[in-house]
């Protein structure tokens, strides 16, 4: 029985007949041996047919339908044309042999033309791709290798193209950084709060938020300077009249060492700083909860935007998450407690991540397993919506 081999280039269709088989033997090894020579393996291997692309962007869309293990109308006219004619009711008394084993099924499917894929015919296009530039006549150096260049950089173009509103990446960044800016504001505001409560400790029994503290300390400076004057300004400032007037009256009791003017100036800096980082948080959670909202809408109604946020960018994206049964939604983020258990034999975690969702945190103590399992169960449901729902009604 003839074999035709189906190779896809960057350049067109081409369709080789191994005729010279006996010459090396019908075997994988055989054949491997003899595809770096290509006195013995021109030998083996001829070229039938070439069918040329017609344009780049054709090129993309054969080479788009292959990966998909379609085949094209081109494709299909290509081979009826120059594969011999069987006629009704008989066995061709040839084979097909193509890389991709769907795509030979769905040959088979549409033409009926008989095919294979196996790793004879894998390592015969193996030689052919090493020498198919010397079966193709009139074709300059380099004209190849220019086209596999261009098509590979339009396939990967293409493929990477989907819909820019529903890129599950962006959320894994901004949760990543939601995170590092918390720990870094916390740990700026930690550094304000020391630095300054050497010019003014009292201040820091007063105010207790990190921010407003940052703002006081930027808007106070010297604490001698501080007056009845300035108590307008400083109620903006605090937002209430009667803390800052409290401010004021520990100011002029206050037990703080003096600063040079080059260190009230550092704090000064630094606390700007700091109101600018959770200025820009704040930025952030929004931008955080847009795209979530475009995302994830119905995983973010379910459990809130920075829960399922964090449920995404721990799967590595929302189609892995959606990927995931619900009892390992359950527990994904407490795998060292899930390992440690079953290592010692003890109890396994009742929940992970979505333990920080409100409705675990109002559940009783008892219940609070069972609302895990179910709160898992339908975010399970809602990131498949999410991630495959085409769109939204």
């Known amino acids: 029985m003839a074999l035709y081999i ?3 280039s960057a350049s067109g269709y081409g369709l080789l007949l191994a005729h010279g088989l006996d010459e090396i033997g019908q075997n994988t090894e055989a054949v491997r041996s003899s595809v770096t020579d290509l006195n013995r393996f021109g030998k083996v291997v001829k070229l ?12 993309l869309n054969q080479c788009n339908a292959v990966s998909e293990g379609q085949m094209t109308a081109e494709l299909r006219n290509f081979l009826e044309l120059t594969l011999p004619k069987v006629k009704e009711g008989k066995k061709p008394k040839f084979s097909l042999g193509v890389a991709e084993p769907k795509l030979g099924s769905h040959i ?25 530039d010397k ?32 890129v599950d990446n962006m959320v894994i960044q901004a949760i990543f950084l939601l995170d590092t800016l918390d720990k870094d504001i916390n740990s700026f505001s930690m550094r304000v709060r020391e630095w300054y409560s050497w010019h003014f400790p009292e201040l820091a029994k007063i105010v207790n938020d990190n ?21 307008d300004g400083l109620t903006d400032v605090v937002g ?34 700091v109101m600018d980082l959770a200025e820009y948080r704040k930025k952030l959670y929004e931008y955080l909860v847009t795209k979530m909202n475009d995302i994830a809408p119905n995983l973010a109604a379910l459990i809130g935007e920075v829960v399922g946020a964090r449920l995404i960018s721990h799967a590595g994206s929302l189609t892995n998450l959606a990927k995931c049964p619900s009892s390992t939604l359950q527990i994904l983020g407490a795998e060292k407690a899930l390992f440690r258990a079953l290592k010692t034999r003890g109890n396994t975690p009742k929940y992970g991540l979505i333990f920080h969702s409100s409705f675990i945190g109002r559940a009783s103590t008892r219940n609070k397993g069972r609302m895990a399992r179910y709160l898992a169960n339908k975010c399970s449901i809602a990131s498949r919506i999410d991630c495959f729902l085409e769109k939204y009604h």
Do not use: W
């Not at 499917?109 to 095919?115: A, F, R």
């Open 6 to 8: 189906l190779y896809e």
């Open 211 to 231: 921010y407003l503290y940052a703002k006081v300390a930027k808007y106070v400076e010297d604490k001698s300077q501080l007056s009845e004057d300035k108590l």
């Open 48 to 59: 039938a047919a070439f069918s040329p692309f017609d344009s780049a962007l054709d090129a």
């Open 135 to 166: 079966f193709i006549e009139n074709l300059k150096p380099g004209d190849l290798e220019k086209a596999q260049l261009g098509l590979g950089h339009s396939y990967s173009r293409a493929k990477v193209k989907f819909n820019v509103n529903r």
């Open 108 to 132: 088979y499917e549409v033409t009926k033309i008989p095919c294979q894929s196996n790793e004879f015919v894998l390592e015969l296009l193996r030689g052919v791709r090493m020498h198919f």
């Open 240 to 273: 209430d009249e009667d803390k800052a007037k409290e401010i004021i009256e520990a100011a002029k009791a206050s037990m703080g060492q003096d600063l040079s003017p080059i260190d009230l100036i550092n704090v000064k800096q630094f606390a700007q700083r």
